[in-house]
């Protein structure tokens, strides 16, 4: 089946750094979507993209759909504790139906007070 | 501001027994779909439904698994004669109708954690 790579795998980072996480496809997408998850809860939209080359930011964070269409990252400035969790990358393929999602296995973030 | 509801939260079975969950969409949303996450692992896409209409189920197993969204009431993702394999988290979702101008934004539930002993 269709894949997204997810990378890094996890984070260990101290506490006011910036973060960096990206997912890369060989298929092309519509819509690149960010969502963090906290153990035992759903995952929580952060950022949505649709167009290539859009970039877009929500307080600290801040992602972009590769012009290729094939990539997006995310970026959180300045980590604190509470951005703990795992980040999910999600895709939707072009061609495909609307809400069947294909999301990266997710980065594991940790920050270090 | 009712996000997606899902309950039960979490559901123990024996092996042989069946499995309801059900997903209550965010208010004015029309479209749902189920996802299941096993440990460690990301989401994975089982089936699209709209009122009435099940659109995509290209994720779904071919056998004891039937999703449906009924005219009235919730959304319910039915696992027959469960086995251990099933345990996972399922997550329900919902959006509202697709527009050109905003896409396609998929808000998720809680999820239901299925343990089956």
């Known amino acids: 089946g269709q894949q997204l790579n997810q990378s890094p795998q996890s984070m260990f980072i101290q506490e006011g750094e910036d973060v960096s996480m990206n997912c890369t496809s060989s298929?092309?997408?519509?819509?690149w979507l960010w969502y963090k998850q906290e153990p035992g809860e759903g995952p929580v939209l952060l950022i949505a993209l649709y167009k290539a080359g859009e970039l877009t930011s929500n307080g600290r964070l801040t992602a972009q759909f590769g012009i290729t269409r094939k990539d997006s990252f995310l970026n959180i400035s300045a980590s604190i504790p509470s951005d703990v969790g795992i980040y999910f990358c999600a895709g939707q393929l072009s061609g495909g139906s609307q809400g069947n999602l294909i999301f990266g296995k997710g980065t594991k973030l940790s920050v270090k007070p | 501001n009712a996000g997606v509801m899902q309950n039960p939260r979490h559901l123990v079975r024996r092996r042989g027994q069946e499995a309801r969950l059900r997903c209550s969409p965010m208010?004015?949303?029309?479209?749902v779909y189920w996802y299941r996450q096993l440990p460690e692992e990301g989401l994975k896409f089982m089936v699209y439904l709209q009122k009435e209409n099940i659109i995509d189920e290209s994720g779904m197993p071919k056998e004891r698994f039937s999703a449906e969204f009924p005219k009235e009431g919730p959304s319910i993702l039915r696992i027959q004669q469960v086995v251990r394999g099933d345990s996972a988290a399922y997550f329900c979702?919902?959006?509202?109708?697709?527009?050109?101008?905003?896409?396609?934004?998929?808000?998720f539930g809680e999820g239901s954690w299925l343990t089956v002993v």
């Open positions: 298929s092309i997408f519509n819509t």
């Open positions: 208010k004015g949303h029309s479209h």
């Open positions: 979702a919902s959006s509202p109708q697709y527009s050109t101008s905003s896409g396609n934004t998929i808000y």
